[in-house]
């Protein structure tokens, strides 16, 4: 059977159904000319309460148009097409609200600001971006924990919590414990992406040149389609047409002498003089040595309370060091803690 002749059946069926029932009912008063009219208005004028959505309005005129056509059998089936048309436009009022976009989110929270960059407190959401001035320099800690430094003249955006785009100047991230984390911090300039596995490194765009030093761990490098790797103590130059250079940089390379100075507090809340001198160690690329196990110990008992503020690293040692009988001296990569 061809589906015209299928509908054709399926209609007659109904038809006979239909006027079953009407039989089956018996005579009906005839719904008076106001009564309908006023039913229909009402439900209309509620139906367009609900903004209807072009073409819609054709419901209406569809049921008027037959019930108007089709005589008694329209008549008594007018209640049952203005309850469709009155469920539709329920249907219409349950519609989910609009929701409202969400808040953007927070990619990291301001440490300290130098030279009049931002205070201390602030957040930073995605779709931000910062821009330090000359003799500025911004510290920040990310979503995830870990330590982000604007040196001056330089500007990023925050493109999600761990995409974070460098237009110009330089920058240092330092994961701290979070070594090989499953989702690393993404650093994108316009000659390449950088992401860290678990490391210290710093991103530096200038001249038509990225450069990426790396002082822990290592950062894998796309450019151009390729890819390189930099590793602890080295330094990358990439060009236009990805042709990297390697250097040699020593993580206690007085290169690195900027993000010390934004080094966040540390704070020594419930640590020791030992947990003080590895901090001072780990933010100068230096190893820390005790001249003896004996030192080593002492360093652990004596606790310390609160932040040490205000303080650069090597600082923050020199004034732990000074309330006890231990000495310091530095010899190029090691910090020497003696009597």
Known sequence: ????????????????????????????????????????????????????????????????????????????????????????????????????????????????????????????????????????????????????????????????????????????????????????????????????????FAVETEAGELRIAVREGRVDVESAGHTAIAVAGERLRISGRFTPVVEKLAPYDPWWDWTAALAPSFDATDGSVLDVLRWAARETGRELVFEDDELRLAAMRIDLHGPVADFQPLEAAESVLATTRFRYRIEAERIVIER
């Open 1 to 200: 059977m061809s589906e015209q002749g299928e509908r054709d059946r399926l209609n007659e069926r109904d038809e006979a159904v239909l006027a079953r029932l009407l039989r089956l009912g018996g005579a009906r008063t005839p719904v008076p000319g106001d009564v309908e009219a006023r039913v229909y208005e009402q439900v209309r004028r509620e139906w367009e309460a609900t903004n209807p959505q072009p073409g819609e309005e054709r419901v209406f005129a569809e049921v008027r148009r037959e019930w108007r056509r089709s005589g008694r059998r329209g008549r008594l089936l007018l209640p049952l097409a203005l309850a469709a048309a009155a469920i539709a436009a329920v249907g219409l009022w349950l519609r989910p609200l609009p929701v409202a976009p969400l808040a953007p989110a927070v990619a990291a929270h301001v440490e300290r600001g130098i030279g009049g960059a931002a205070v201390a407190g602030g957040e930073l959401h995605v779709g931000d971006r910062v821009r330090t001035a000359r003799g500025e320099g911004l510290s920040l800690r990310l979503a995830d924990g870990q330590s982000l430094r604007l040196d001056e003249n330089t500007a990023v955006t925050f493109l999600a919590t761990h995409r974070i785009a460098l237009d110009g100047g330089r920058l240092y991230a330092d994961s701290g414990d979070h070594v090989y984390r499953d989702r690393g911090l993404v650093v994108e300039t316009a000659l390449g992406h950088v992401r860290d596995v678990g490391t210290q």
